[in-house]
């Protein structure tokens, strides 16, 4: 006894203790008091029977053995050893608590990075440098070019010709390389089906597993630059009308002059921007007229027209016919107005020779006039009807269409009369073979009656129909899909349609047998993978600052609510977009709305409270940064719900859009002006195609 004790020195960090074949305690340093008292023993001593099992197990055998033993807040790795002359089992701690909370972190850091990556609406993807293959890709990414994870994850760019021109793409990937990033460079890109579309491409390279690999986010701006197109159309066109067309803020202080206005009135534009237009235009208004009665006409009816007198750069009086009327934003408040106006001098002068000529036409064209009215008019409200109607199927359909799920919509009877484009490709029929009843001819014929038996049931009640079972695929291959049908009525509870959708939960029961099989045969591995680890949270630090400042870089911030716990993550671009350094302070719904303008806080608050009840959340809507100043943001998100509808998650983004929001309001002020002459304005191409015409 007295050799083995002075085998140990009593000054090892580590718990160092010796257990006989009988289960006693023969030895313990002062390390190993920890242990003794997790146990309940002191020297001399059994052990607890699970311990003594173990000791006993080690001689009979002669083989190690371990196990983990949390000792007060500290967590040992406990290694037994058989010392077979002397009958005793030597007994080894070493404290592996720090590498505990290594493996923590180092999972919470992966949690993060996968929600960001994989729940971020931006679209992103990290390909290998190695092959560039892609490692992985968010469904934004699939979303956006209409792929799914089977076809990108493994295969190349090039595979996929995913852009049209490729040379461009490798000339910014291998300045990605030398330089580590590009920021957004415009390139475009190819979807699935062939549909172009213009993105900004970012590029950082990060290290994953001590491999070189590139972070790219996609950020589709197809529209913007189709609205900047619209811009520079409209503004060409309004400095190629024959009329001047002059716009004012609510100071009436000048913000657009055309070249129209410059020919008719000598001045140059950048002579009388921030002007006050009475100053510049010395208006002399006709007998009975006042600008106080123009101003009230057009607040009144929305605009005001009709014959003034006015002066030149050169001090000439002319007279121009004006059409005035009010500019508005998006929510209804006036920002100022618009005036456009020809220079009738001459047709005055023409017009006095022609006075009595035209009194006796104009009974004529008045009556005229009405009638063109009243058919317009009818004209216009049949063919918005035909347009909404149209609109409103073209949207069905397309989402239908859009959704990953099989869907299909059917008669108050049951009878099935439509399917979508995912249901043909998956069974491989066609509609003729579906229609009606004959989808029992995809279900596995020992499953069918209970289908029937639920369906039926449902057709009879008015109920919902949810039920999990397999369909055949054009492969011939039956898979699991969950089911859900929901009767769609009408204001008195009749049911007109019934809308169903079935959902492949193939991967779901792979992954639920997966999980079973790993936990099944899960060890843990701790000293050997303390390095590893440290270096693997290191690198995922790295990917995580990556995404960050790609997010920066695109002025998109996301955030992540957990509904159930009330819990709420926002990533440092919210706090940058809100004017705010980078986690300030804690991120609540209420600190959000704080920062909502005023006057939008009630539109938001409802649209949050839509999308909880399942509708979709894309808003637009004014904040009041720190310092007082005003943006426009674009928000998105999509809400998770529990199988019983009930939601337990929203994740989503936030976008500063205030330059676009200007540029957008720039083409309407246009667009509002040239709709509003009295002038027929034709564009035509170089050829002498006409192109477009306003009246």
């Not at 913000?255 to 129209?260: C, D, L, Q, V, Y």
């Not at 904040?623 to 674009?634: K, P, Y």
């Amino acid at each position: 006894m007295q050799t083995r004790m002075e085998q140990f020195p009593a000054t090892n960090p580590n718990p160092v203790l010796s257990a006989g074949k009988d289960g006693i305690v023969l030895y313990s340093n002062v390390a190993g008091e920890p242990l003794l008292h997790e146990w309940g023993v002191n020297i001399g001593e059994k052990l607890p029977l699970h311990i003594e099992n173990i000791v006993h197990r080690v001689i009979s055998l002669n083989s190690p053995e371990k196990m983990e033993v949390k000792a007060g807040n500290r967590i040992y790795l406990v290694s037994f050893h058989s010392i077979p002359k002397e009958e005793c089992v030597n007994v080894y701690g070493f404290d592996i608590s720090d590498q505990k909370k290594l493996e923590v972190k180092l999972r919470e850091s992966e949690d993060r990075f996968y929600k960001a990556f994989h729940g971020n609406p931006t679209a992103l993807t990290i390909t290998c440098v190695a092959d560039n293959r892609y490692v992985d890709v968010n469904d934004s990414y699939l979303h956006l070019l209409e792929y799914n994870s089977e076809d990108v994850i493994g295969r190349t760019t090039k595979e996929l010709d995913l852009f049209p021109n490729f040379a461009e793409r490798e000339e910014t990937v291998a300045l990605t390389l030398e330089q580590g990033y590009v920021h957004n460079h415009e390139m475009d890109v190819r979807t699935k089906t062939g549909r172009i579309l213009r993105v900004l491409f970012s590029l950082e390279t990060v290290n994953i597993n001590q491999e070189r690999h590139i972070l790219a986010t996609f950020i589709d701006i197809t529209e913007r630059k189709q609205a900047e197109e619209r811009l520079r159309y409209h503004a060409n066109l309004v400095d190629n009308v024959s009329d001047a067309i002059i716009s004012t803020d609510k100071e009436l202080k000048i913000r657009s002059w055309n070249k129209a206005a410059e020919r008719i009135y000598g001045w140059q534009e950048d002579e009388v921007i921030d002007q006050k237009g009475p100053d510049i235009l010395q208006t002399t208004f006709p007998e009975g007229l006042s600008r106080e009665a123009i101003a009230k006409d057009i607040f009144e009816k929305g605009y005001w027209e009709g014959e003034l007198i006015q002066k030149t750069k050169d001090g000439r009086n002319i007279t121009v016919y004006a059409k005035s009327m009010v500019l508005k934003d998006e929510s209804g408040v006036v920002i100022g107005g618009v005036s456009i106006s020809s220079d009738i001098t001459e047709r005055k002068r023409t017009k006095e020779t022609l006075h009595e000529a035209y009194e006796t036409l104009q009974v004529q064209s008045e009556e005229l006039q009405v009638s063109n009215e009243e058919l317009q008019s009818q004209s216009e409200e049949l063919q918005q009807a035909n347009e909404t109607l149209r609109e409103s199927e073209e949207r069905f359909h397309t989402m239908a269409n859009a959704i990953p799920q099989l869907a299909w919509i059917a008669q108050p009877d049951g009878y099935i009369y439509w399917y979508n484009e995912c249901w043909y490709a998956y069974t491989g029929t066609t509609p003729e073979q579906m229609e009606g009843w004959g989808w029992q001819s995809v279900h596995d014929p020992e499953v069918l009656p209970k289908v029937l038996e639920h369906w039926k049931a449902s057709i009879a009640t008015g109920q919902m129909f949810d039920m999990e079972f397999p369909l055949r695929g054009a492969d011939g291959i039956f898979r699991p899909f969950l089911t859900r049908v929901l009767p769609l009525k009408d204001a008195n509870g009749n049911i007109l349609q019934w809308f169903g959708t079935n959902t492949d939960v193939t991967e779901r029961k792979q992954a639920e047998e997966a999980l079973k099989k790993a936990h099944d045969s899960l060890e843990e591995k701790v000293k050997e993978r303390t390095a590893e680890l440290e270096k693997a949270y290191n690198l995922l630090k790295e990917s995580e600052n990556g995404l960050a400042e790609a997010q920066r870089i695109a002025h998109l911030g996301n955030w992540d609510w957990n509904i159930v716990t009330n819990g709420l993550y926002w990533s440092d671009e919210i706090y940058r977009i809100f004017g705010r350094s980078p986690q300030e302070f804690g991120a609540t719904y209420d600190a959000f709305l704080n920062y909502v303008h005023p006057d939008d806080r009630e539109y938001v608050n409802n649209a949050v409270i839509e999308a909880l009840n399942g509708n979709p959340y894309s808003i637009d809507h004014r904040i009041t940064l720190a310092n007082g100043d005003e943006h426009i943001v674009h928000e998105e998100s999509e809400v998770t719900f529990a199988e019983n509808n009930t939601p337990v998650r929203m994740r989503g983004t936030v976008q500063d859009i205030t330059e676009r929001k200007k540029a957008e309001e720039k083409i309407q002020t246009m667009a509002n002006a040239v709709e509003s002459s009295n002038d027929a304005i034709i564009t035509e191409s170089l050829d002498g195609i006409i192109l477009t015409m306003s009246y």
